[in-house]
């Protein structure tokens, strides 16, 4: 049986959890790859002592991986974006497969990567960085090759999905969000998680997967969850609604929704019923209906399956002298689309808006009247006696579907009345019939 070395830069979480897996079901690896997948160099800032190395050569300078002139596979799994696109360009400068858990690099410097590696005849494996364990984007590009694929919607990013269960129970997003970091569930700098940048990063490949289209994560709109309140949630829970941090991605006949945002979601949908750290993923194909796919976004040896994933699809076109390889994106390089991602102000949906309004007469009245005139028709209104305070009481609001830009501009003009006390929150709502 041919041997194919791989070499992995960066032993954090993730590159630990790859080494150790490799190491353990090296023989039925083997036996599903047809060859034998040997770790023979590997490179990271810090040394791990937990980690049986053996008599693999270890390195602190990552590029020592790249320029080993015996390892077929480099695996990329050192974060960020500057010196992880530096490493993977120079290991498809140097002939090197390169497979990566890096959906930051991919959604945001993946065009250029791609390019360089279609030149050098080399594969750019991705599938850890989108879903952790879940296989997803071997789904869309190979198990759903038939369809043409409308919308990828889903849970992407388990920080968010954690929080947002835990403040069902009533508690501010401010303490789950400290307990989610003394867990190791959010970094000591939460951004990328509760504004939906990760969910974005990992959208956008998605939507370049599904949809046959060029990667545009610079054009994908996120909002995050740190203004919701635990009332916000509950308000959702009595209009039988879930509250969900969505990334959205929709095809139309004039570009692609790309969105990340909170979202209602029916309690009787599959997708609502995700809670804690599990990601799950929703695709609506043409052919097969829709598809949902479930697990552990993240984790190190949950994450190290997808990667390992991604090795074994190399290393067997390795050992075979193979060129017969799936395109990056899924289609080839001449039957991407030039869609563009269409602005947040074409995108439609319902609403739900809550309102902090003064207590006095006429107000529903002149929200009603504002919303009539931007032609938004009112589904549902209660007023939370319960939660009346200092004068004000909040008005909650569900709307049918209707476009984001009227919606705007309603928002402005209520923010506008002197009875109404500081912003408006929206969450969209979607039923993904």
Same mark, same amino acid.
């Given at each position: ?296 976004? /993240?984790?190190? !040896?949950?994450? #190290?399956? $997808?990667?390992?994933?991604?090795? *074994?699809?190399?290393? =067997? &076109?390795?050992?075979? @002298? ?87 501009? /309603?928002?402005? !003009?209520?923010? #506008?009345? $002197?009875?109404?006390?500081?912003? *408006?929150?929206?969450? =969209? &709502?979607?039923?993904? @019939?």
């Amino acid at each position: 049986m041919k041997d194919v070395n791989v070499g992995i830069c960066g032993l954090g979480t993730v590159g630990g959890g790859t080494f150790n897996v490799l190491k353990r079901n090296a023989a039925i690896i083997a036996g599903r790859a047809g060859c034998n997948i040997r770790v023979v160099r590997v490179a990271s800032r810090r040394s791990r002592d937990d980690l049986a190395l053996g008599d693999v050569p270890f390195s602190t300078d990552i590029f020592d991986v790249v320029n080993d002139p015996a390892v077929d596979i480099v695996v990329e799994l050192i974060g960020g974006y500057d010196a992880a696109k530096e490493l993977v360009l120079a290991a498809i400068a140097n002939g090197k497969h390169v497979v990566t858990a890096n959906k930051a690099l991919i959604a945001v410097h993946g065009n250029e990567i791609f390019e360089a590696a279609e030149k050098a005849g080399v594969v750019v494996a991705y599938e850890a960085g989108v879903a952790g364990g879940i296989p997803v984007i071997k789904a869309v590009r190979e198990g759903l090759a038939a369809n043409r694929i409308d919308t990828i919607a889903g849970i992407i990013n388990g920080t968010g999905n954690y929080i947002l269960t835990e403040m069902r129970a009533g508690r501010p997003f401010e303490e789950v969000l400290k307990e989610a970091q003394a867990l190791g569930y959010a970094e000591a700098d939460p951004t990328f998680d509760v504004e939906g940048i990760d969910a974005a990063h990992k959208l956008t490949i998605l939507a370049a997967s599904g949809f046959g289209v060029p990667l545009q994560f610079d054009k994908a709109f996120t909002e995050g969850i740190s203004a919701l309140t635990p009332n916000d949630i509950a308000h959702a829970e009595l209009l039988g609604y879930r509250v969900k941090h969505l990334g959205i991605a929709r095809r139309r006949e004039d570009g692609i929704e790309l969105r990340v945002h909170p979202t209602l979601v029916p309690k009787s949908h599959l997708i609502a019923q995700v809670d804690g750290v599990l990601n799950a993923v929703l695709v609506d194909g043409d052919a097969v209906g829709q598809t949902m796919y479930y697990g552990p976004g /993240a984790g190190d !040896e949950a994450t #190290a399956s $997808a990667v390992i994933a991604d090795v *074994v699809d190399v290393a =067997r &076109a390795v050992a075979s @002298n193979s060129q017969q390889r799936v395109p990056y994106l899924g289609f080839s390089p001449d039957a991407l689309e030039d869609l563009p991602v269409l602005p947040m102000e074409d995108v439609q949906s319902a609403y739900y808006l809550r309102i902090q309004a003064f207590d006095h007469p006429g107000v529903l009245a002149k929200v009603a009247s504002i919303l009539s005139e931007h032609g938004i028709n009112i589904e549902s209104i209660m007023q939370k006696e319960s939660e009346f305070k200092d004068g004000r009481i909040p008005v909650i609001i569900l709307t049918h579907t209707v476009q984001e830009r009227q919606m705007n501009l /309603a928002i402005e !003009e209520m923010e #506008a009345l $002197a009875d109404v006390d500081g912003k *408006v929150v929206r969450i =969209r &709502a979607e039923n993904f @019939n």
